[in-house]
């Protein structure tokens, strides 16, 4: 009988040995006891632990098998295994085997609809109630309606801001009437505002079960093809030019791919979002030695960037954006803090125009929106710092009569007096921004509103005319501030969506008068061309006896396939649900398609006035995806809850943000 310690008895037990084992093994013993005598403690626990670790992986695997083949034991693998069962036994086995990952299956499918109803509660949050950066949303923003009150989160009636005394036609005490001599229509169709409907679940933008209009469809066909195209020649790079199917480079950041991400996911078009998706994330790069305009790339790519971050809640689109607000920093260290217009992006260098000393108005106060957004996504607040700095700036300098000179300049801080007034090229966005601001802070900031409000006072006091003979209300300009001249950009025609969108949101009555006659004037822009397709400028005759109202100059009578025309019937038929104006936009679309769609996609045109040569300009402007299509998709749609007006604010690219309501 081996007699040893305790601590030699358990030894052999460990080592595999016992007392009764054969005299032939004993020196054998004797040498692995003696061995294991000279080693130290912490040698043997070492030994103890790894042999304690063998057992314990052996009895596991052994376990893991036996679950594998439903507690059968076998030495075979599972193929082999099969050749052991009976054929009923097999099939047990079979359907036991199918079961588990079928079971595995569901279990992997319910814990992504976790996380994806955890992502969207949290999107949600941020779109009712502002930014995860702790601010906090009491109510959503209310809906502005005649007919039904708007309706806070559980459904309790809030009061309507627009009539604070519960009196219709209460409008903050001022005149409705636009000018004497104006004639002004009674109230019509378009008093009766139709409010957006408020929903608490997420808009799921790729629902296949969606069902579209037959004028939706065709725009989106139309969206389909212009991508299919650009995809084809031009991916990528910034610019595509349709004819010679050829690309060019503006910024160098795949520039109409960002502009377009935000349509492609509004249009429930998942093939083109996910295109654009994996370029954003693989190929999209800021780190360019190139000299961007910073209202430019604001609006296309950091707006773009943002809407499709909003849209999806996908941090890649989060994450690009910050990294190009970072690299547009630099132009707000001037010395009066408005921005220089122009930076380079890998060196931060910032500086005025090549062309002359001056930023232009429209673009300094026409980045708010985005920067603003921006902070609110990353819980950074410089950059919204930055603009507010900016806006108030501007809000401090002399006005004429809330009218502002299209040039500042970004080392005096002063406006160019001698400048044009303008709600065209250089100065539209400055009185867009005024209100749209307002609305995306909550209606919080009192001076923005009071600027806006003030702007439109000053429409009407120098801008706003008559044409002869049918009357046509129009937005002329101001040269050099001061003599008026009845030349209207088309650009101009953003402004009575921007005036239907502000007397939604409780501005003053006849600020929705003088919208539904620009609008008139904006579609015979289009409507009294033999193209049916609006030039870029018209001048409005102003003489009794003449038989036409517009006059278009040779050099101004290029289409560029701008939105702001449809971007006005778009919000126009939201808030009144008027048929005219989807009528306009389909005939306008119509247009678009007829002379302007070639093979190679869509190409901005020469002539508007000439239906049989209207010549190509081989260029198709990002803008035409971002914001052409866009409004005319949204105008098409019966669908309320497809970014509602009270929960989301467009960009001056037609790139939706959220309000934030605290
Ligand atoms: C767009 O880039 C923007 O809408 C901008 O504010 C004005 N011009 C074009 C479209 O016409």
């Not at 779109?127 to 809906?143: E, F, I, L, T």
């Not at 009061?159 to 019509?188: A, Q, Y």
């Not at 869509?602 to 209207?614: A, D, M």
Request: charged share 30%.
């Amino acid at each position: 009988m081996f007699e040893g310690t305790p601590r030699q008895n358990q030894m052999s037990v460990i080592s595999g040995f016992d007392e009764y084992s054969n005299g032939k093994d004993y020196k054998k013993r004797q040498s692995i006891i003696r061995v294991w005598k000279r080693l130290s403690s912490l040698q043997r626990s070492v030994i103890c632990f790894v042999l304690l670790l063998g057992g314990i992986s052996a009895l596991y695997l052994v376990t893991s098998v036996r679950q594998l083949h439903g507690g059968r034991w076998g030495h075979a693998g599972p193929s082999d295994l099969r050749d052991f069962l009976d054929s009923d036994e097999r099939q047990k086995m079979e359907r036991e085997k199918r079961e588990y990952i079928q079971q595995m299956k569901q279990k992997l499918a319910k814990q992504q609809v976790g996380d994806i109803v955890k992502k969207n509660k949290e999107m949600i949050r941020r779109q009712r109630k502002g930014p995860p950066s702790g601010m906090k949303a009491s109510k959503v923003d209310q809906g502005l309606d005649g007919d039904q009150p708007p309706v806070e989160d559980k459904g309790q009636p809030v009061r309507d801001e627009r009539f604070p005394n519960g009196n219709e036609d209460e409008d903050n005490g001022k005149d409705d009437s636009v000018d004497g001599n104006l004639n002004l229509p009674p109230k019509s169709a378009g008093d009766d505002l139709i409010v957006d409907q408020m929903s608490n679940e997420p808009y799921d933008y790729f629902n296949a079960k969606r069902e579209y209009t037959e004028q939706q469809k065709a725009v989106q066909d139309a969206f389909k093809f212009a991508w299919k195209e650009y995809k084809k020649y031009a991916w990528g790079h910034d610019e595509y030019h349709p004819i010679s199917k050829t690309h060019s480079e503006w910024f160098g950041v795949g520039l109409t791919i960002v502009d377009s991400i935000d349509t492609a996911i509004i249009m429930g078009l998942k093939d083109e979002y996910l295109d654009a998706r994996e370029w954003v994330d693989k190929s999209l790069t800021f780190d360019k030695d190139k000299d961007v305009n910073l209202f430019e790339i604001t609006i296309r790519a950091l707006g773009g960037l943002l809407s499709a971050y909003h849209l999806t809640n996908d941090d890649v689109f989060k994450e690009k954006a910050r990294d190009l607000g970072n690299r547009l920093l630099p132009c707000f260290k001037s010395p009066s803090n408005v921005p220089f217009s122009d930076v380079n992006l890998r060196t931060g260098h910032a500086h005025p125009p090549r062309w002359g000393p001056d930023s232009s108005t429209s673009e300094v106060t026409t980045i708010q929106l985005e920067f603003r957004d921006l902070s609110r996504v990353t819980n950074d607040d410089r950059y919204e710092h930055a603009v507010n700095v900016v806006s108030e700036h501007v809000h401090n300098l002399p006005k004429k009569d809330g009218l502002v000179p299209i040039f500042i300049n970004a080392n005096t801080g002063s406006f160019r007096s001698s400048a044009t007034i303008t709600f065209g090229a250089r100065g539209d966005s400055y009185y867009e921004y005024l209100l749209k601001q307002w609305i995306q802070t909550g209606k919080k900031k009192e001076y923005l509103k009071q600027d806006y409000m003030a702007a439109i006072e000053g429409i009407k006091t120098h801008l706003l005319k008559e044409s002869e003979p049918s009357k046509l209300l129009y937005i002329g300009e101001l040269l050099g501030g001061r003599s008026f001249s009845p030349k209207m950009d088309h650009l101009v025609c953003f402004m009575p969506g921007t005036m239907a969108l502000g007397y939604q949101n409780g501005l003053p009555k006849d600020h929705m008068e003088i919208a539904t006659r620009l609008t008139r004037t904006c579609y015979e822009m289009y409507n009294k061309m033999p193209t049916k397709l609006s030039p870029e400028i018209v001048y409005f005759n102003q003489a009794p006896g003449s038989s036409d109202d517009l006059i278009v100059k040779p050099l101004d009578s290029h289409n560029l396939l701008r939105p702001e025309t449809v971007e006005s019937l778009f919000y126009m038929y939201r808030f009144t649900k008027d048929k005219k104006y989807r009528e306009w936009g389909w005939q306008i679309f119509r247009a678009f398609m007829k002379y302007t769609k070639i093979d190679g996609g869509f190409s901005s045109i020469n002539n508007v006035k000439s239906p049989s040569n209207p010549g190509f300009k081989d260029k198709l402007e990002s803008f035409f995806l971002a914001e052409t299509l866009k409004y005319l998709f949204l105008l098409f749609s019966d669908d309320p809850q497809l970014i509602p007006l009270d929960k989301y604010v467009f960009n001056s690219e037609a790139h939706p943000l959220p309000i934030y309501t605290e």
